[in-house]
C-alpha cells in the first residue's frame, strides 16, 4: 500500500524573504488529512540540511515543523533512519482547525520511504521553497513495510 505525503505552494500565495506559507497533505492507510501553514525559511534549510545528513549517517532524525507554536501547531513531519537499513521512517501528524477555532481535526501516520524517495523530496522541496518550480515536494513510501 502505498504512502504519500505533499507539500504545495497555496493558491493565495504570500511570502516574503523570511517565511513562506505552504499546504501539506497526506494520504496513508485510508486516512488522509490537510493542512495550511506558515514556516521559516530557516526552518526548512535547517531541516533539508538534517534530512541530507541522514544518508550520510551524520544526522539521526530531521524534523520539520509547520505553525507558530504548539499550541497551534500544523504540521510535525520526523524522519528518522529505519534501523540497520539503508530506508527511513517518516512519521507525519497534520492538523487544521474544524468548523469551530477551537476544534481541532489530526491525523498522525508513519510509513517506510527508500533513499530514493527522500533524495527527490528533498530536491523538490528545495526548489519549491525557492519558487524555481511551482510543482509539488512529495515523498512516498510503503505503509505496510515494517521498518
Given at each position: 500500500?502505498?504512502?504519500?505525503?505533499?507539500?504545495?505552494?497555496?493558491?493565495?500565495?504570500?511570502?516574503?524573504?523570511?517565511?513562506?506559507?505552504?499546504?501539506a497533505s497526506v494520504a496513508c492507510r485510508g486516512f488522509s488529512g490537510r493542512?495550511?501553514?506558515?514556516?521559516?525559511?530557516?526552518?526548512?534549510?535547517?531541516?533539508l540540511a538534517d534530512a541530507a545528513n541522514l544518508s550520510t549517517k551524520s544526522s539521526d532524525t530531521a524534523q520539520l515543523l509547520g505553525g507558530w507554536d504548539d499550541a497551534e501547531e500544523r504540521l510535525r513531519?520526523?524522519?528518522?533512519?529505519?534501523?540497520?537499513?539503508d530506508r527511513f521512517i517518516a512519521r507525519?501528524?497534520?492538523a487544521t482547525?474544524?468548523?469551530?477555532?477551537?476544534?481541532?481535526?489530526?491525523v498522525?501516520?508513519?510509513f517506510v520511504c527508500p533513499p530514493a524517495a527522500l533524495a527527490a523530496f528533498l530536491?523538490?522541496?528545495?526548489r519549491l521553497v525557492a519558487r524555481t518550480?511551482?510543482?509539488?515536494?512529495?515523498?512516498?513510501?510503503?505503509?505496510e513495510a515494517i521498518a
Open positions: 500500500m502505498t504512502a504519500d505525503f505533499s507539500l504545495s505552494l497555496p493558491d493565495d500565495l504570500t511570502a516574503d524573504a523570511d517565511f513562506v506559507d505552504l499546504c493542512t495550511d501553514f506558515t514556516i521559516s525559511r530557516r526552518d526548512v534549510d535547517r531541516f513531519l520526523r524522519i528518522t533512519r529505519a534501523g540497520l537499513s507525519v501528524r497534520i482547525t474544524g468548523p469551530r477555532d477551537e476544534q481541532w481535526n489530526r498522525e501516520t508513519e530536491t523538490d522541496l528545495t518550480r511551482t510543482a509539488t515536494a512529495s515523498l512516498a513510501g510503503d505503509a
